[in-house]
């Protein structure tokens, strides 16, 4: 697993030549926008239960066979490993938006993933669609486009740094994505 700053020494090293540059540039940005990258995954994290178990929620909604019986959420058990299962990608999503590195998130998580839902036959395709409504929530928080009329009860306004997500709600998107490709 790297963090921005390893994976620019490692990528100097290789080059033998020291950091500078355009990776010197990388790292300065990603401490002028850390207080925002720890806000992000402050968002996600804070709001980690919802966003699973809404997206859990609109999968089932989309292909209510899921819950019927020979589902793969039916029974209980089956419908808790799908949560747990969704906690924990995004639980690595947001250790790669801390880090600036998606490596902890290919080597904890995806390495494998798509292999083993096969093997238990989980449909990839719901799970996928579980991933992008994640997606979709995360995002909002992350870009604080959630309001209280698209949050209803739930809303929860939370103190954050002032300016533009614009880069952390790609970056979050595109590890959503990543997961969505690893398991599709």
Do not use: W
């Not at 790292?27 to 859990?56: F, P, Q």
Request: hydrophobic share 40%; glycine share 10%.
């Amino acid at each position: 697993m790297l963090d921005a700053f390893s994976r620019s020494v490692v990528s100097a090293d290789a080059k033998t030549a020291p950091v500078g540059g355009s990776d010197l540039a990388g790292l300065r940005s990603y401490v002028r926008d850390g207080n925002k990258r720890l806000d992000a995954v402050n968002a996600i994290t804070s709001n980690a239960s919802c966003i699973v178990s809404d997206a859990v929620t609109g999968m089932i909604c989309e292909n209510t066979g899921l819950i019927q019986a020979g589902g793969n959420c039916y029974p209980n058990r089956r419908m808790a490993a799908c949560l747990r299962d969704g906690e924990i990608v995004l639980r690595y999503i947001s250790y790669a938006l801390l880090a600036g590195d998606a490596s902890v998130l290919d080597d904890r998580c995806l390495n494998g993933l798509k292999e083993t839902y096969i093997a238990l036959g989980v449909p990839t395709q719901s799970a996928g669609r579980a991933v992008a409504i994640m997606k979709a929530s995360a995002t909002a928080h992350i870009g604080e486009t959630n309001t209280p009329g698209l949050g209803g009860k739930r809303f929860r306004k939370m103190e954050t740094t002032q300016g533009d997500c614009a880069a952390l709600v790609a970056e979050a998107g595109a590890y959503f994505d990543r997961v969505i490709g690893a398991i599709s």
